[in-house]
């Protein structure tokens, strides 16, 4: 199941490793087939535990498929499903101690939110005036503990997806599983919840895979991330190397905004064939040659052809002399900075530090 | 209704409400004349009723043969309608829920019934019952005979019912830890309860006023209600009866649909989404 993939796999921190043992989860050659499509096309991933790892890639990209096989509701058509070094492939989801938050809450219409929470409990026998007491705990861990009697369809999206996280979380699970839980919300409470996610997950200590197309939402939350693309992981590495050292121009190209230089237009700038990203914030835009930093070591000369206004950032798109275009952002921290003026048609200079310079390679689809 | 009604003309909209109002008339007024003449003092239903009475109501209730074929008829539909409700649920789980080979045949083989042609399923399940299983026709062939129909408005209810729930809540209960059978006793049940009800009350007044079926799968000795209707219908003496138990078959045909449609209304919210 070795595929060539130039991913860089960035190791869990080393202390998580020496404390705990086998990972959380553990995935060997995991593959699904859906007739005559590949959804999961070999994954080899390790999951610390106590980590908030989030799979991310645009959808179809098979990091669902990759969640549901851990919950159980998919049966690999190839590989292994470990949890805390036991092999569960095979095992029904109910057997498993894992727990689901679904996109769609799932909550059961027909019982109260309390009953919904209970329900993990219940159906394990726990007796009830523990399930109650744990049940009401777990409402007020949500800041839900005054809606235990009201029904599912009486609350707002962003209470029903806090009354999902209690149901899960109640059972104390192993591993937290997440399957794109902010997606329903609005940008605003989104981002709250991003913030009180982290914070439970800190809180519990439970392992939490999290599956996301989001990469902002990625980026804030995880300790690490799988970056997802046509059933492969393209990468595997914290959200800072993810951001600052793509590996691939997928990678490059989803996670955050990038210019990817290749062919002739990397000769020309950069003195070497390949292919490259720089962030569009690491490039400094100038009116004039005489200004570019001299520590600056990749230069540029062009002719600015769109200026978008982006409230914090302006964004410029420049074309090259060279050929080829790059998209410089800059923040408005002053309103009289020389980018400010360099409008539609304006000569420009860019410029950029060579470590911003990341040479990233496609990973290889054959074997 | 109100959004639509800015797309049609006034001209059209008073024509459909003149069809839908001539259609009302046609079905109903006929079964108001029959309600009307089990009140009828005259005994040859003059028109209009000279003068009211409960007389025929007070025959009918000491009338054995209309009293033995009510009987008959409730106990028939509501054992057709259990049989139909475990079978046609236990069906309309496997269809909606596994995949297997020749799935949309036995789909339309259970839907079949209800389209065939009355007639030709008397005549087959009489010959199967005599020849084939060797039956007496009696109270047994006429549950049999009502259930292979009646299946199919319980299937119908359940299958539109777990499509509509889809599966997302089982396997919420399953990755909560409950096995197959607690997820179907807590979660899939009550999501199908007010379906199963529909459906077997769509079941019920299905069966009880099936005739063309019933000719040929009762013996000489049982009577459902409507055999013993158009039985009694042509003799004189009975004739006053016979419309009083019309109107009782019609009030136990109607509240059946009527709470069916009812629970349908009710529970449109229900999945909650």
């Known amino acids: ?367 | 209704m109100r959004s639509t009604s800015t797309a049609m003309s006034p001209a059209f909209k008073m024509t459909l409400r003149v069809l839908t109002a001539l259609a009302l008339v046609v079905i109903y007024v006929p079964l108001l004349l029959v309600v009307v003449n089990s009140f009828n003092a005259s005994q040859t239903f003059a028109w209009p009723p000279s003068d009211l009475t409960l007389e025929w109501w007070r025959k009918a209730a000491d009338s054995e043969g209309a009293k033995d074929a009510i009987v008959t008829s409730v106990q028939v539909a509501l054992i057709a309608s259990a049989i139909s409700l475990v079978l046609g649920t236990m069906a309309a789980m496997a269809l909606q829920r596994y995949r297997f080979f020749g799935r949309d045949t036995v789909s339309l083989l259970i839907i079949l019934p209800i389209a065939l042609p009355g007639i030709v399923t008397g005549i087959a399940l009489n010959n199967a019952f005599r020849t084939v299983f060797g039956l007496d026709l009696g109270f047994l062939t006429i549950v049999v005979a009502h259930a292979t129909f009646c299946i199919v408005t319980v299937f119908n209810n359940v299958l539109a019912r777990l499509r509509r729930v889809g599966t997302n809540l089982e396997e919420a209960s399953a990755d909560l830890g409950a096995s197959t059978f607690t997820t179907f006793r807590l979660v899939t049940f009550p999501m199908m309860r007010s379906a199963l009800i529909a459906g077997g009350l769509l079941a019920f007044a299905l069966s009880f006023d099936e005739i063309i079926v019933t000719t040929f799968t009762a013996g000489p000795q049982e009577q459902t209600l409507p055999i013993w209707i158009f039985n009694n219908l042509f003799r004189p003496n009975q004739a006053p009866i016979v419309n009083v138990v019309a109107v009782v078959l019609i009030l136990l045909s109607v509240i059946p649909i009527w709470i069916s449609q009812k629970l349908a209304g009710a529970t449109d919210g229900l999945a909650g989404r």
């Open chain 1, 1 to 367: 199941m070795n595929h060539p993939t130039k991913t860089e796999r960035t190791e869990a921190p080393e202390r998580d490793r020496e404390e705990q043992g086998p990972p959380a989860v553990s995935l060997r050659g995991l593959r699904k087939e859906f007739g005559s499509v590949v959804a999961v096309d070999g994954i080899d991933l390790d999951i610390a535990n106590g980590e908030f790892f989030a799979m991310l890639g645009p959808s179809g990209s098979g990091k669902t498929t990759v969640l549901r096989m851990v919950a159980g509701f998919e049966v690999p058509t190839d590989g292994r499903v470990e949890l805390g070094g036991v092999d569960v492939t095979r095992q029904a989801p109910f057997s498993r101690d894992v727990n689901t938050v679904f996109q769609d809450y799932a909550l059961f219409p027909h019982m109260t939110v309390a009953q919904n929470v209970e329900y993990g409990l219940r159906v394990k026998r726990v007796p009830r005036a523990e399930r109650r007491t744990r049940a009401q705990e777990a409402l007020e861990k949500v800041r839900l503990g005054q809606f235990g009697s009201r029904r599912p369809g009486q609350l707002s999206g962003g209470q029903r997806q806090r009354v999902a996280l209690a149901r899960a979380i109640v059972n104390r699970p192993k591993v937290l599983l997440l399957d794109e839980p902010l997606g329903a919300l609005d940008l605003k409470l989104r981002r709250e919840m991003q913030v009180e996610l982290k914070q439970l997950q800190r809180d519990l200590g439970i392992t939490f895979l999290f599956v996301t197309h989001d990469q902002e939402e990625a980026l804030t939350m995880s300790d690490r991330i799988a970056v997802f693309n046509e059933g492969r992981i393209e990468q595997v590495a914290t959200p800072r190397d993810l951001y600052e050292l793509p590996a691939t121009p997928f990678v490059a190209g989803f996670v955050g905004t990038s210019n990817v230089i290749d062919g002739d237009a990397a000769t020309k700038l950069l003195g070497e064939p390949g292919t490259f990203s720089v962030r569009p914030e690491k490039i400094q835009l100038h009116l004039d040659a005489a200004h570019v930093p001299t520590h600056h070591a990749v230069t540029a000369a062009g002719v600015v052809r769109e200026v978008v206004y982006l409230g914090s950032a302006t964004q410029s798109i420049v074309d090259l002399d060279h050929g080829g275009s790059l998209i410089v952002l800059r923040q408005n921290q002053q309103s009289s900075e020389e980018g400010d003026v360099a409008g539609r048609g304006a000569h420009v200079h860019l410029s950029w530090s060579r470590e911003h310079t990341v040479s990233v390679v496609p990973a290889s689809p054959d074997e």
